[in-house]
Structures are given as C-alpha cells and as structure tokens.
C-alpha cells in the first residue's frame, strides 16, 4: 500500500488532482491518502516529480521492528522463564496464523487473477 514520504512531499497536489477515486487530500500542507479509498492503482506512484509516494515494502523492517517491541513490552508481565516461553510460543502461533491468512489471501487473489 501506498504511503507519503512527509519529508519529500512539497505539496504540489498533484497526486491529488490525478487520483482517480479521490483518495489522496492535503493536510497540513502535505498529501496524505485515506487508505479505505485507495484502490492501489499506482498512479501517485507515478506521477509524484519528489518520489514522495513511496511502496509499504519499504516499512517491513520497522514493522518487523514493531512487532517485536510489541512482544517485549507484554512478556514484561511474565514473572518465570516457564511463562516467558509459554507466551513465546503463543506470539509464533499469532504470527503464523497472521501468514497463514497472508498465503490463503494470496492463493485466492490468484485464482481470482486466473479467472479474468
């Protein structure tokens, strides 16, 4: 998914004027995109001359980075060894079913590729 650079942004609106289901405003002098609107088209992608309309897969080492700071501050509340690994294994199941939803979306959006 898309997501806007604040520091590259210079606000021209560009992005906003050629957004083609109007999911991109300007706040605060910056575009932002209102995700539930965004139809993942690319065309801010695109069009954007500051390259300030970046690809969420650049954000997978800070999210990685999140999720991990997420399980230390909850198995803080752990008080033996025996708990801290009980609640280890319960964030691998999270996770896992997190990809499992993640392989099973994709195997489905493929199908659905496959049939148009």
Known sequence: MPW?????????GI????CPVEAICMENGKAKIDMGK????????????QNAVRHDS???PQEVKENIEWAK???KHCKTKK????????????FNKEKIVAE???SKIKEIKDEN
Request: charged share 40%; aromatic share 2%; glycine share 4%.
């Open 38 to 49: 965004c139809i993942r088209c690319g065309k801010c992608h695109e069009i954007c001359p």
């Open 104 to 106: 099973k979306s994709l």
């Open 83 to 94: 708990e801290k690994q009980e609640f280890l294994e319960r964030m691998v199941k999270h």
């Open 4 to 12: 806007i650079d604040e520091e590259k942004c210079s606000g021209c």
């Open 73 to 75: 501050r909850l198995m």
């Open 15 to 18: 992005c906003v004027k050629n």
């Open 58 to 60: 650049e954000k997978i």
